[in-house]
T-cell receptor, first 115, second 116 residues
Framework: AQSVTQLGSHVSVSEGALVLLRCNYS??????LFWYVQYPNQGLQLLLK??????LVKGINGFEAEFKKSETSFHLTKPSAHMSDAAEYFC?????????????FGKGTLLTVNP | GAVVSQHPSRVICKSGTSVKIECRSL??????MFWYRQFPKKSLMLMAT?????????EQGVEKDKFLINHASLTLSTLTVTSAHPEDSSFYIC????????????FGPGTRLTVT
């Protein structure tokens, strides 16, 4: 079975500071990994994904994440936080063995950005 | 990416009544859709996988007779919460599987259900 652990349910940074949201996964097969962002009372928006190939992936809004197989990690970073980055962030792993690619989500990390 | 809509965005119903939530794929035909439930301050819980023209596949612990799913066309899936109770109050989100890159899911904006 697959699982995702997001360390830190709440991360608070100052505007302009580095954002680091941690995600570790467990998977018996090579994982497909995703980061989604959710603003209040809205659905989820895909930030970035890793499937194969380059382990450093870049996404929208200046975010990037690095797949580290040895550490089973897929941490999300952004060099300089903006107020508009305040939201809930979810890391997810896809079960590629089935044809439907079901997603397993972490519990989420709420990012607050202080002026 | 795919564009997904949900209707209604917010609904309040009385205990014992049924409510239907629609999920539409607006710009492509979706053979597979997913229904999630999200509790406050919690992650998304997959309820079921909806396949066009066949019965939905429910996750363990989800009552199929209470949460009826119909995927009658390639652009529409519906979730009906039957005989709703206050504990069914939640945020329900659907997603579609983009066959053009089959591992990607695109999410609808969600439906806030409140049962009084």
């Amino acid at each position: 079975a697959q699982s995702v652990t997001q360390l830190g349910s709440h991360v608070s940074v100052s505007e302009g500071a580095l954002v680091l949201l941690r995600c570790n996964y467990s998977s018996s097969v090579p994982p497909y990994l995703f980061w989604y962002v959710q603003y209040p009372n809205q659905g989820l928006q895909l930030l970035l994904k890793y499937t194969t190939g380059a382990t450093l992936v870049k996404g929208i809004n200046g975010f990037e994440a690095e797949f580290k197989k040895s550490e089973t990690s897929f941490h999300l970073t952004k060099p300089s936080a903006h107020m508009s980055d305040a939201a809930e962030y979810f890391c997810a792993v896809s079960d590629i063995r089935g044809s439907n690619y079901k997603l397993t989500f972490g519990k989420g990390t709420l990012l607050t950005v202080n002026p | 990416g795919a564009v997904v809509s949900q209707h209604p965005s917010r609904v309040i119903c009385k205990s014992g009544t049924s409510v239907k939530i629609e999920c539409r794929s607006l710009d492509f035909q979706a053979t597979t859709m997913f229904w999630y439930r999200q509790f406050p301050k919690k992650s998304l819980m997959l309820m079921a996988t909806s396949n066009e023209g066949s019965k939905a596949t429910y996750e363990q612990g989800v009552e199929k007779d209470k949460f009826l799913i119909n995927h009658a066309s390639l652009t529409l899936s519906t979730l009906t919460v039957t005989s709703a109770h206050p504990e069914d109050s939640s945020f329900y989100i659907c997603s579609v599987n983009d066959h053009r890159s089959s591992y990607e899911q695109y999410f609808g904006p969600g439906t806030r259900l409140t049962v009084t």
